[in-house]
């Protein structure tokens, strides 16, 4: 998936493997209640939402195990849609507001891009600091991404660093060195005073465990730096009597004059801060030029003094190295901005100018990238393929339109390796972030077309986890023009219980989906994608197998009926029907009928025409249309009996026998006969062929089975027999036409034949006739 943010172009193979039913609920839950109340909550309240989920996430799994190998995958979630929330405002709305041109440039094309006007030479640094970021817009998402970074620096270090303890550090400043320059054997190299300047000013050292324990300090002080966790640093520096490092820390507090940069004049207001903080930080840089110095101290200063090359070189870890990239950046540029500032409200910055202030060493964010994605550290360049920081780069580069496009390649391309397809986790968050992008920039990031895709791309996850109640919501944010194309294949593609489909039925009434429209294009789409399977072209023999694609296709009523939808149902029963019986698929038919009970639906049916308020006529069948139905119950009824008796025809009793007989008697008689003779304009002529074609195929087969049975059971009584040789009456009736039915299908000489055997037959066992009862 290439991002195309300079040198940082894919998301490599990551094994990452963590999700679960609570992290699915809690996301799709989170966009219901969007969607529901839709335009009572911004976008913030969905970012909330997911950082909500996230870190609940990610505290279960450390009480579980703070071991557990996704507990790094979860925090940098965390700070995913941290930095996405923090951007919303200051980027994202801000984009929309200024059109297509999005930058705000007034810091390019002028030198002082904030008004003078409210400012004077007694202003606080922290007020000109303040109006030069927000008059900058790139400044202000720089300062955004740093402040998001900084506040979840927190719990990295609370979930994944317990090396340092402060308890472990000294309580008394330099102890050994103290207890060694009092000893009678005094090592020359140690120092002759115990102040903070006496290493500096005398180059000589302290003991080798103070350099231990002050370089723990120092360790501790810079993950509190970064974390701007300010008041726990001042508490450090208290408990382990480092009064000098809590001095530079309050030298650099934001100073404010309420009288001056607030206009309250009150009595109880006085300033805080420092004044000159600029001055300071020129100051502490230099102090980065003691080659004696550990690590981390110079790490300290090299931080407050908004240089990059000394802190950064104890940082393994992508997020901390960017925060450092971006403190660099932003500041010397505010900085810069300032010194301008300042000298044109008649400020002596003399001082200032003697002294060296740090080298900026990037240009931009895409700059940083690059350089995060060639750091020198092989660990960093490693976790610079992580799909979470793929995706981070992407956002606060602006190279999200690159992103999603390579994105929809990798769906496109079925052969892809590519995480999206085999990953649920990075799924989930490219799906959400695309809704969250759709629902603010609408198509200027990310097509509807490929939009829908990806949203498709989710679901179908979705539903392989058997996560059908949550499809409904998703399904919700594809725009609407697409929503019942794509929601109807959905539907008809896969397979559904009861409950699954109850469960979608009232989330679409919920998010108020177009219902029965989705359900009527599934049907359509059914009865589409399946005829191919039912060529009425061929000719017809009766299957008394159940196919796997006839309960594909009558599965799809069951939408339906649990929709309450009866005049939909019984319609397309109708049409089911037909093609099923057209083409011979007698036992699809009746296991269909079996699942549903007919003369139920038709009753719920004429029960809900009832009670319409409204005159929809598209709701009320036509009468010939429930004769019909009432037709087809009786077939499979009658049939499913004949079925049964020639399983057990050994078992069959007098009774049995009777209602069989009655059953055929009546459907050779009546079935469909008064429909082919319908005297209403409702009927069309390609109906009464249909009605036509069907007791073609299925009153011969009929006719034989009663002749048939009725013979079979001549010694129970000559009235079994008179009634078969009355059938050939039947035949010849002119009312009927059964005459003609027979020889349209070829089989009026093959009964005639058997007629004529069975009467040969009759004759050696009846000499008196069959009319004749002795």
């Avoid at 400020?347 to 690059?370: A, C, G, R, Y």
């Amino acid at each position: 998936m290439d991002t195309s943010t300079g040198n940082m172009t894919s998301i490599e193979d990551v094994s990452i493997s963590i999700e679960d039913d609570d992290i699915h609920n809690g996301f799709a839950n989170i966009l219901r209640r969007f969607r529901m109340d839709f335009g009572s909550d911004d976008l913030r309240s969905i970012t909330a939402g997911f950082k909500m989920i996230t870190v609940s996430k990610l505290m279960k799994t450390f009480e579980v195990d703070p071991n557990n190998a996704s507990i790094n995958n979860w925090i940098l979630e965390f700070k995913f849609w941290s930095i996405l929330e923090g951007l919303l405002d200051v980027k994202f709305h801000r984009d929309l507001l200024c059109g297509d041109d999005k930058r705000d440039n007034s810091s390019a094309n002028s030198e002082l891009p904030i008004d003078l006007k409210n400012l004077c030479e007694y202003s606080s640094d922290t007020v000109i600091t303040d109006q030069i970021i927000s008059a900058d817009s790139s400044l202000l998402q720089l300062y955004t991404v740093m402040k998001t970074l900084s506040d979840t620096f927190s719990l990295d270090f609370q979930l994944l660093n317990s090396d340092i303890n402060m308890d472990n550090l000294n309580t008394t400043k330099w102890l050994a060195t103290l207890n060694k320059i009092n000893s009678f054997n005094r090592d020359p190299k140690l120092i002759k005073e115990l102040d903070a300047d006496a290493p500096l000013r005398s180059n000589l050292e302290i003991d080798e465990d103070d350099k231990s324990n002050d370089e723990r300090f120092f360790s501790k002080a810079f993950e509190l730096l970064i974390s701007n966790n300010l008041e726990e640093l001042q508490d450090l520096c208290q408990n382990t009597n480092n009064w000098d490092f809590a001095l530079m820390i309050a030298g650099l507090q934001d100073r404010i004059d309420p009288a001056i940069d607030l206009d309250d004049y009150s009595n109880s207001t006085r300033p805080s801060g420092v004044k000159n903080k600029l001055l300071r930080k020129r100051t502490i840089y230099q102090l980065l030029q003691n080659e004696k110095m550990g690590l981390y101290e110079k790490a300290c200063y090299s931080f407050l003094s908004n240089d990059f090359v000394y802190c950064n070189e104890p940082v393994d870890n992508w997020e901390q190295k960017l925060y450092l990239y971006l403190n660099n950046l932003l500041n010397i540029e505010v900085e810069n901005k300032e010194l301008k500032i300042i000298k044109r409200l008649g400020f002596q910055t003399n001082l200032i100018d003697k002294l060296p202030s740090p080298p900026i060493m990037s240009e931009n964010i895409n700059d940083i990238l690059n350089k995060l994605n060639n750091d020198s550290n092989s660990n960093i360049r490693d976790q610079s393929k992580h799909p979470i920081r793929v995706l981070i780069g992407s956002v606060i580069s602006d190279n999200v339109q690159t992103l999603m496009n390579n994105t929809i390649k990798s769906i496109d391309d079925l052969n892809s390796n590519d995480e999206i397809m085999n990953d649920t986790f990075i799924l989930r968050v490219l799906t959400h972030l695309s809704i969250i992008l759709q629902l603010t920039y609408g198509e200027k990031i990310i097509s509807n077309y490929d939009y829908t895709k990806l949203l498709k791309c989710y679901i179908l996850r979705l539903i392989l986890y058997k996560k059908y109640e949550l499809v409904p919501i998703y399904i919700s944010f594809i725009p609407s023009d697409e929503i019942i194309q794509v929601y109807s294949h959905l539907l008809f593609q896969f397979d559904y219980e009861s409950t699954d489909r109850i469960s979608q039925i009232e989330n679409m009434r919920n998010l108020d989906l177009p219902l029965e429209n989705i359900l009527r294009k599934t049907m359509e789409i059914a009865f589409r994608d399946t005829a191919e399977y039912y060529p009425t072209n061929v000719t017809v023999q009766l299957i008394y197998d159940v196919e796997a694609i006839d309960e594909k296709l009558y599965s799809t009523i069951f939408w339906f009926i649990d929709a309450h939808m009866y005049s939909d149902c019984l319609e397309v029963i109708v049409i089911l029907l037909r093609r099923f019986l057209l083409v011979g698929k007698i036992a699809s038919a009746i296991k269909f009928l079996e699942t549903v009970s007919l003369p139920k639906l038709i009753d719920n049916y004429k029960y809900k025409v009832t009670i319409i308020e409204d005159d929809n006529d598209e709701l009320i069948l036509p009468d010939f249309k429930l004769l019909e139905l009432r037709y087809y119950n009786q077939l499979f009824t009658t049939f499913k009996k004949l079925l049964d008796s020639n399983d057990k025809a050994e078992d069959i009793n007098v009774e049995k026998f009777q209602g069989l007989v009655k059953s055929l008697n009546a459907i050779v008689r009546e079935w469909l006969f008064p429909l082919v003779n319908y005297e209403d304009d409702e009927v069309s002529q390609d109906d009464v062929e249909t009605y036509k074609e069907l007791r073609r195929i299925y009153l011969p087969t009929l006719f034989n089975a009663l002749f048939d049975l009725l013979i079979s059971k001549r010694q129970w009584g000559k009235k079994n027999v008179r009634d078969a040789m009355d059938l050939v009456n039947l035949l010849a009736d002119e009312k009927y036409k059964l005459y003609e039915i027979f020889n349209s299908t070829n089989e009026l000489q093959p009964f005639m034949e058997k007629l004529s055997k069975v009467g040969c037959q009759l004759f050696g066992e009846y000499k008196e006739g069959v009319y004749v009862d002795i």
